[in-house]
């Protein structure tokens, strides 16, 4: 039998499957959403690591894509990057009802630079 913790990492790693790499999520209102659909057009999710406590579940998800839209006033570089993008959800009975998330753009921008 599986743990409440291992039944919530299950719910929320179809949710990033299914809803992300589908581009579901691209119809959130969330701030980069439409930034990053327009910007990385090929971007692909996968969980890098996920932690569980109780309702409470913690993926660090790495994003790769090709720079190919304007982002954060940067031209299109064409350049392929790796950005690291940190959720927290909330699963209740099974279903996620609360979920934020952060990326870090820190390690994103300078990606983008000319070097």
């Keep these: 039998m599986k743990s409440i913790e291992q039944n919530n990492k299950a719910t929320v790693a179809a949710f990033i499957e299914d809803a992300w790499n589908r581009n579901e999520l691209d119809r959130t209102d969330q701030f980069f959403a439409e ?3 327009e910007a990385f057009t ?3 999710y996968v ?3 996920m932690l569980a406590q109780g309702e409470k579940v913690v993926a660090r998800i790495l994003i ?3 720079h190919k839209g304007t982002f954060a006033e ?3 570089t064409v350049k392929t990057v790796k950005i690291a993008h940190f959720r927290e959800f909330r699963v209740v009975d099974g ?3 609360e979920h934020r998330g952060w990326f870090d753009t820190g390690t994103l921008l ?3 630079q000319d070097r």
């Design 35 to 37: 930034k990053m659909r």
């Design 42 to 44: 090929d971007r692909h």
């Design 47 to 49: 969980i890098d690591e």
């Design 64 to 66: 790769t894509g090709t």
């Design 74 to 76: 940067i031209a299109p």
């Design 95 to 97: 279903r996620i009802v």
């Design 110 to 112: 300078p990606q983008l």
